[in-house]
């Protein structure tokens, strides 16, 4: 497969994602790019993130009186601003809009920049470019350095490592005294795809992957275009990182790598790559839709060890016997007590981590204090959205940064040396 052949797959993808509508805003959240799951889970998630690793640098531009440039690598329809703003989406904003001072989105999709200059075009602080990242950071020679070099939902899995390479080091040159860089890739050891976590034996680093999930199944295999996309692990993607840098005389001075959406990722649906997969993302959607009521059993989760990654196969049945307890307590509780084996004799707490007794706790109290609220359902409209965020707790508290979720969240603060 040639590079040409390969970004004309690409481009040909988002093309027909953006024709066909996938990028518009349902009139649900059951299914479709903005789907509850990315709404209430993992934009949430990378906005609690990032504004956490954020904070102390803000601080630094605050007290230089100065406002941030950002440039959005990879941009889609300009959903980097809506993730740090909460322009559009709701939800806390990672910074005040107010902070920002330029925001520059570069896309290799024609039609993404469109789409972008449709949302975002009569905000003067915003700009957008066509652009390869293949080609380095789509900067020109006077163009003042950017305060954040980010990426969002795996734009940067698009890179082979030569071109991510690339475009670090140009990060590294075009920089000020400090920068932030974020990255978002696709993790090497998601359930999704468990195909995928050997070394690949022609030693081709580029796997195939799909947006089927953009299409209801019965259009999937007319509309799929596949394309090769990069994996990650995450210490392969932090050694990849500090090693280049390091090269280019820039240090870091602070880094968090985070796994997100460990369960809940768009090709546990279509199972595609992994027939183990099981529809948990579809369940957790319903969970967070209105008026909806959820088989909750659907969210019981099986783990199929992989017999070359015990540390990974660690991971998993650690995750997998804590998600079921969660899930197993809300069914326990709402009467459905042969459930309650998942949580030891008596139901008793006791032996469980912090984590798993805190997400059981706020399960729990949802629906023991459910009568005090008047509203249509309580089931559907208050215990099952706090059983969403209860899980969506427990994956943040235990994930370890390995490459475990459908992406693999890294940031990065860099200085010069």
């Not at 939902?153 to 890179?159: A, D, M, T, W």
């Not at 953009?214 to 007319?222: D, F, I, S």
């Amino acid at each position: 497969m040639t590079f040409v052949r390969e970004r004309g797959e690409v481009l040909q993808n988002y093309r027909k994602a953006v024709l066909t509508g996938a990028y518009d805003r349902p009139p649900h959240g059951l299914s479709g790019k903005f789907d509850n799951v990315r709404r209430f889970w993992e934009d949430a998630v990378l906005r609690d993130s990032l504004k956490q690793f954020l904070t102390p640098f803000l601080h630094h531009k605050r007290t230089n009186l100065s406002r941030l440039r950002i440039i959005d690598l990879g941009c889609g329809p300009g959903a980097g601003y809506d993730l740090l703003t909460s322009k559009t989406r709701g939800g806390p904003p990672v910074l005040d809009e107010t902070m920002i001072g330029v925001y520059k989105g570069v896309d290799i999709s024609p039609d993404m920049i469109a789409k972008a200059q449709e949302w975002h075009g009569n905000n003067p602080k915003c700009q957008f470019a066509i652009a390869d990242l293949n080609d380095g950071l789509p900067v020109d020679d006077n163009e003042p350095p950017y305060d954040i070099y980010f990426s969002s939902y795996g734009s940067l899995s698009h890179l082979p490592d030569e071109s991510l390479r690339q475009l670090l080091e140009d990060i590294c040159a075009h920089m000020g005294k400090r920068a932030i860089f974020v990255a978002d890739v696709l993790g090497r050891f998601s359930y999704e795809w468990q195909c995928y976590w050997d070394e690949p034996e022609d030693g081709q680093l580029m796997r195939t992957y799909s947006m089927s999930y953009l299409y209801p199944p019965e259009l999937r295999e007319h509309l799929t275009e596949r394309f090769p996309a990069r994996f990650w692990g995450g210490s392969e993607f932090d050694n990849f990182v500090m090693e280049t840098v390091s090269r280019c005389g820039v240090t870091v001075v602070r880094k968090e790598l985070r796994d997100r959406s460990v369960l809940v990722g768009r090709h546990m649906d279509t199972a595609e790559f992994n027939p183990y997969a099981q529809p948990i993302r579809s369940a957790v959607n319903s969970l967070f839709e209105p008026n909806k009521r959820t088989d909750l059993t659907k969210l019981l989760f099986d783990y199929k060890p992989h017999h070359r990654h015990p540390e990974i196969n660690a991971f998993f049945e650690g995750f997998q016997t804590a998600w079921n307890a969660v899930v197993s307590a809300a069914l326990d509780e709402l009467h459905c007590s042969h459930y309650a084996e998942w949580l030891g004799i008596d139901g008793s707490l006791g032996p469980l981590p912090e984590p798993v007794h805190r997400a059981i706790k706020m399960v729990r109290a949802s629906i023991r204090h459910s009568h005090l609220f008047h509203m249509d359902d309580p089931i559907a409209n208050l215990i099952e959205p706090q059983l969403a965020y209860a899980l969506r707790y427990l994956e943040q508290a235990m994930q370890q940064g390995l490459g475990c979720g459908h992406s693999l969240l890294a940031f990065y603060e860099l200085r010069r040396i």
